[in-house]
C-alpha cells in the first residue's frame, strides 16, 4: 500500500483484493446494525403493553350470592363493565325462541351459557359497534340497548337490530362454586 | 450547507423533490459527501457520539414519561412501579440514568478535545459558543431530572442547588420563592421541573441543529490544526467517518452497558433509594459525579455569593476563551509549553472533582497534621480546591493569553496531507515517511 | 495521545469514584459471599430466597413495611416461589395460600364498611401499622424504615443488612446507651455523648432503635437449614436483596446477550472500518 496516491477522494469500491469478501463485511456489519436497532427496538414497544399491576388485575371472583332473579350487577372488569345477569325463566324462554330467528351473528342461548346454569349470563357489557356500554330492559327485544347508535341486544345478548356486528362478548370464566365465579 | 452542491437527482421522484423540497441535496451535502480532513482522530468521533446519547436520552425519556408522575406522594413509587411491573422498565430507566453519565463523559471529551487542538479559534467562535450553551442547558436538564425519582439526594440536592440563587442580592429570595412555588422544595418545583426536564432536550436537539449548520460553514478542525487546503486533505463524510464514527459508537454503547447491565447503580447514591423525606437531610449531600468540579469551587469560597458568581465564572470563562487566546497557531501538537500546562489543567478538573466528593474538612492525607499555616489547616480538601480552583481560572485568563504571546511554537506543516514532517512524536524526519504510512 | 487521554480518564474515574464518602464512624460491613454477587453471571439462590421470605413474615414484617411488593412478585420468574409451571403468577397455587394466609384491610362493596379478608396475589403485602405516626408512636418516636428497596438504599447492600442483624453487641465498658436504644457497631453514628473512656477511643457504631431481632431457633426452615441467627440474617438479607431488585436475573442474563452481540458488531465494524480506510493515507 506504500504506493497509494495520497489522498484524492480514493474510492473505497476502486481496486483491492476479494471483491466478495469486502462486500461481506460491509453486509455483515450493516445487518448486525439493523439487527442492533430491531433488537433495542422490541423492549421499546414492549413497554406500552400492559405493565405486571395491570396484568395481575385481570381475573375477578364474583360473588352471585347476593344477585336476586330477574336482577343484574355490574363489575369492573380490565377496566370495562362486566354485566352478571340473574335470568328469569321468561327471559330464558324468550332466548332460547329467538335461536331460530334470522341472527346477524348466530349462536344458540345455550353455547352463550355455562351447561345446566341458563339462568347466570356473564357479558363483557361494551356494544361491538363502536364501545359504549348498553343499558338493560330498553329495546324491542327485552335486552339491551346501547344509547350511542342504536343496537339492540336480545335476552342472550344477541344482536338483533342496529349497527353492531357482533353479539355481546361472553368472556372465559368458570364456576368456583355454585354462589362464585372467577372471570379472565 | 455551504459551498457549492455536487448532488445529481437520479431517479424522477428525486429530480421531483429536489425542486419542492431539497431535503435529499441537504441530507447529501451535509452527511454523506461533505468534505471532511482525512486526519481525524478517535477523539473526532465524539460528536457522533454525542449525537447518539442526544437520542436516546430523548427516546427513554419520553417513553419513561409514559409511566412516571410527577407527584410528591407518587414519583418515587412510581419510578419503582417502572422497575418492577412495566415490561423492560429497568432497562429504559437504567438506560436513561446511566445515559445522562454517559453523556457527560461524552461532552467532557469533546471539550478537552476542543481546547486541545484549538477547535475554539477563528472561524469558529460561533460553533464553540454554541457548544456553552448546549453544555449549560445540559446541566440543566440533568439536575432537573436527578430531582424527579423523588428521593433524598434529588429533594434536598434540588434544595441545595436552588438555594445558591438566593445568594444574589436583594432579588435573591423572590427568584427562590417564585422558582419553587411556594416556600420550599415540593410538589409545584415537581410538576415543573418535570415539564422542563421534558422541554429542555428538544431545545438542546435545536441548538445542536445549529451547533452542526456553524460546524458545516468553516468545516472540521482536525488535529493539525492547519486550514483544509485541497481535496486532496480530505474524504467525504460517508463512508469514511459514518463507518468510524459508527465502530467508536459500538465500542462506547459496550462501555455504556457495562454500567446498565452489571454495575446500574454505581453512578447514583444509595441515598436516592430512600423516599425523599423534608425533615431529615442525608449525612453527606453530593451532586452527581460529573457537577463535583464545580461544587469544589462553589465551597472553595467561604462567602456565598462569592462562591455562586466564581462557580458560574468557571463557565463563563469558556465562553470568552476565543478572544483570550493570543496564539496563531491552533493545534497544541506544535504548542509544548502549553501542553503541559494544559495536562496540569485536565489534572486539576480531576481534583476538583475529587474534593468535590468529599467534606470540606476531610483530609487530603490522612493522619498529617504539619502542614499548617496560622489557623488555616492546608491539608484539608477546602484548601486543595481553592488551589485547584486558582489554577483553574489561571489557566485561562493568564496562562492561555501569556503563553500565547511568548512561545515558540514548532513548525506548522504546510497542509493535512503533510503533517508527519513536523510531528513532534514522530522520529526522524524523512519525506518518505508521509506516504510509507498507510 | 489517545493512550495518555485513555490514561487520565482512568486517573479520573479512580479519583472520583473511589473514597466517594467521608469516614463513618461505624464498622466496615462484614464480608460475606452471595449467590448474586458476580455482576454479570450471578443468580439467587430460590431455596434462601424461600427462607428469607419466612424470616421476614415471621420477623421482620411485624415492624417493617414492604410497600413495593405484592404477593405476585413472589411467583413471578426469579421470584422464590417461581414455578414454571405457572408463568402467570397470579395462578401459583402456593403463592395463592400464602397471600391467602395473610389479613388485609378493605372496603365492603356493599356496605362500604372497612373489613378484613384474605389476600390475593394481586395485593399489596399489608402494612403492620395504618400509618407513619402510629409506626413511630409504637416504635420510640421513630417508624422503622420500609424495607422494599432497602438493599439500594444503604452502601454495601445485603451485607450491611446482614451486618447490622448479627452486629449487636453488649456496649464496651464505659459506652451506657440511651434508653431504649442499642449498641450495634455497624450502625452509622455517633456514640461519642455517651462515652466515658479516653476521647481518642470513641467506640465504632451508633445506638439503633430496633432490638436484636433475630435468635437461635426464631424461624423453623422446612428444608432443615439450622435456624442461626446467622442463617436467618443470611437469608433475609438475600430476601431483601431480591426484593430491592426483582429483575435483577433478568437484567444479567439480557445484559450478556446484549454485550455479546455489540462485540460481535463492534469487530465487524471494525474490519469495514479497515477495509474502507485502506487506500487512504492518514
Known amino acids: 500500500m506504500s504506493d497509494t496516491v495520497v489522498g484524492a477522494n480514493p474510492d473505497p469500491h476502486a481496486s483491492g483484493d476479494d471483491p466478495n469478501r469486502r462486500d461481506f463485511i460491509h453486509i455483515a456489519a450493516g445487518a448486525a446494525a439493523v439487527g442492533a436497532v430491531v433488537g433495542l427496538a422490541w423492549p421499546l414497544i414492549d413497554q406500552m403493553n400492559p405493565a405486571g399491576d395491570t396484568l395481575a388485575l385481570s381475573s375477578i371472583e364474583v360473588d352471585l350470592s347476593k344477585v336476586v332473579q330477574g336482577q343484574q350487577i355490574v363489575v369492573k372488569w380490565r377496566g370495562k363493565p362486566l354485566f352478571v345477569r340473574y335470568r328469569t325463566p321468561k327471559e330464558i324462554a324468550e332466548a332460547v325462541a329467538g335461536d331460530h330467528a334470522d341472527l346477524r351473528d348466530p349462536q344458540t342461548d345455550e353455547a352463550r351459557h355455562k351447561p345446566g346454569k ?50 355481546l362478548a361472553v368472556p372465559t370464566y368458570n364456576f368456583v362454586s355454585d354462589t362464585k365465579i372467577k372471570v379472565g | 450547507m455551504s459551498g457549492h452542491s455536487t448532488y445529481e437527482p437520479k431517479t424522477g421522484f428525486e429530480r421531483w423533490l429536489d425542486v419542492r423540497l431539497p431535503i435529499i441535496r441537504m441530507t447529501y451535502d451535509t452527511a454523506l459527501n461533505f468534505p471532511t480532513p482525512k486526519n481525524l482522530n478517535y477523539w473526532w468521533t465524539f ?48 438506560m436513561h440514568a446511566n445515559g445522562a453519565s454517559m453523556f457527560f463523559i461524552a461532552v467532557y471529551i469533546h471539550m478537552f478535545r476542543g481546547l486541545y ?89 435545536g441548538v445542536v441543529a445549529l451547533h452542526i449548520w456553524a460546524l458545516h460553514v468553516p468545516g472540521n478542525n482536525n488535529p493539525t490544526g492547519v486550514n483544509v487546503k485541497s481535496e486532496a486533505d480530505t474524504v467525504p463524510f460517508h463512508p469514511y467517518y459514518t463507518v468510524k464514527d459508527g ?103 480531576l481534583v476538583l472533582g475529587f474534593c468535590g466528593a468529599h467534606e470540606p474538612a476531610d483530609k487530603v492525607i490522612p493522619g498529617v497534621t504539619t502542614f499548617t499555616l496560622g489557623d488555616y489547616d492546608l491539608n484539608t480538601m477546602v484548601w486543595l480546591s481553592r488551589i485547584a480552583a486558582l489554577y483553574y481560572f489561571a489557566y485561562f485568563l493568564v496562562i492561555t493569553p501569556l503563553v500565547g504571546l511568548t512561545e515558540t511554537p514548532l513548525p506548522v506543516p504546510d497542509s493535512i496531507s503533510e503533517p508527519v514532517l513536523s510531528h513532534p512524536a514522530s522520529g526522524p524526519i524523512g519525506t518518505a515517511a508521509a506516504s510509507k504510512k498507510g | 495521545m489517545l493512550r495518555k487521554g485513555l490514561t487520565f480518564a482512568a486517573l479520573g474515574f479512580a479519583l472520583i469514584a473511589g473514597p466517594a464518602l467521608a469516614d463513618t464512624t461505624s464498622l466496615p ?57 405457572y408463568p402467570n403468577p397470579n395462578d401459583n397455587p402456593y403463592v395463592k395460600s400464602l397471600a391467602h394466609d395473610i389479613m388485609v384491610s378493605d372496603i365492603d362493596s356493599d356496605t362500604g364498611d372497612p373489613i378484613k379478608r384474605p389476600a390475593t396475589p394481586a395485593d399489596k403485602f399489608p402494612a403492620p401499622f395504618p400509618n407513619e405516626a402510629a409506626a413511630a408512636a409504637s416504635n420510640g418516636g421513630k417508624a422503622p424504615p420500609d424495607l422494599s428497596v432497602m438493599a439500594k438504599a444503604r452502601e454495601g447492600g445485603p451485607a450491611y443488612i446482614y451486618s447490622i442483624l448479627t452486629g449487636f453487641q453488649d456496649p464496651p465498658p464505659g459506652l451506657t446507651p440511651m434508653p431504649g436504644k442499642f449498641y450495634n457497631p455497624y450502625f452509622p453514628g455517633d456514640v461519642t455523648s455517651n462515652w466515658t473512656g479516653p476521647a481518642n477511643k470513641v467506640p465504632p457504631g451508633g445506638f439503633i432503635n430496633m432490638p436484636p431481632p433475630l435468635a437461635d431457633g426464631k424461624v423453623t426452615f422446612d428444608d432443615g437449614t439450622p435456624s442461626t441467627v446467622s442463617n436467618e440474617a443470611r437469608d433475609v438479607a438475600a430476601f431483601l436483596a431480591w426484593a430491592a431488585e426483582p429483575k435483577q436475573e433478568e437484567r444479567k442474563t439480557f445484559g450478556l446477550g446484549a454485550m455479546i452481540y455489540l462485540l460481535i458488531f463492534s469487530g465487524l465494524l471494525y474490519a469495514s472500518y479497515r477495509r474502507i480506510w485502506r487506500n487512504v493515507s492518514h
Open chain 1, 118 to 167: 341458563p339462568e347466570w349470563l356473564i357479558l363483557v357489557g361494551v356494544c361491538t359497534h363502536l364501545g359504549c356500554v348498553p343499558n338493560f330492559g330498553l329495546g324491542e327485544y327485552g335486552g339491551w340497548l346501547c344509547p350511542c347508535h342504536g343496537s339492540v341486544y336480545d335476552t342472550s345478548g344477541r344482536i338483533r337490530k342496529g349497527p353492531a356486528p357482533k353479539n
Open chain 2, 47 to 94: 460528536g457522533g457520539i454525542l449525537a447518539l446519547c442526544l437520542g436516546i436520552q430523548i427516546v427513554t425519556g419520553v417513553i419513561l414519561a409514559m409511566h412516571y408522575v410527577p407527584q410528591v406522594d407518587m414519583a418515587f413509587n412510581s419510578v419503582e412501579r417502572i422497575m418492577r411491573d412495566v415490561n423492560y422498565g429497568w432497562l429504559i430507566r437504567y
Open chain 2, 117 to 205: 487542538y484549538g477547535s475554539y479559534k477563528a472561524p469558529r467562535e460561533v460553533l464553540w459558543i454554541l457548544g456553552c450553551i448546549i453544555y449549560l442547558l445540559m446541566m440543566a436538564t440533568a439536575f432537573m431530572g436527578y430531582v424527579l425519582p423523588w428521593g433524598q439526594m434529588s429533594f434536598h440536592g434540588a434544595v441545595v442547588i436552588t438555594n445558591l440563587l438566593g445568594a444574589l442580592p436583594v432579588v435573591g429570595n423572590a427568584i427562590t420563592t417564585w422558582l419553587w412555588g411556594g416556600f420550599a422544595v415540593d410538589d409545584p418545583t415537581l410538576n415543573r421541573f418535570f415539564s422542563l426536564h421534558y422541554l429542555l432536550p428538544f431545545v438542546i436537539a
Open chain 2, 247 to 349: 465502530f467508536a459508537i459500538s465500542v462506547f454503547l459496550l462501555m455504556f452497558g457495562v454500567f446498565v447491565f452489571w454495575m446500574p447503580n454505581a453512578l447514583g447514591h444509595t441515598d436516592n433509594y430512600i423516599p425523599a423525606n423534608p425533615l431529615v437531610t442525608p449525612q453527606h449531600i453530593v451532586p452527581e459525579w460529573y457537577f463535583l468540579p464545580f461544587y469544589a469551587i462553589l465551597r472553595a469560597v467561604p462567602n456565598k455569593l462569592g462562591g455562586v458568581l466564581l462557580m458560574f465564572g468557571a463557565i463563563a470563562v469558556l465562553f470568552v476563551l476565543p478572544w483570550i487566546d493570543t496564539s496563531k497557531v491552533r493545534s497544541m501538537r506544535y504548542r509544548p509549553t502549553i501542553r503541559l500546562y494544559f495536562f496540569i489543567f485536565i489534572l486539576t478538573c
Open chain 3, 29 to 85: 460491613v462484614k464480608d460475606i459471599h452471595w449467590s448474586f454477587q458476580n455482576p454479570v453471571f450471578g443468580k439467587f439462590d430460590q431455596a434462601q430466597l424461600q427462607r428469607g421470605y419466612k424470616v421476614y413474615r415471621e420477623v421482620c414484617s411485624a415492624c417493617h413495611s414492604m410497600n413495593l411488593m405484592y404477593f405476585r412478585n413472589l411467583g413471578q420468574p426469579g421470584g422464590p416461589f417461581y414455578d414454571p409451571k
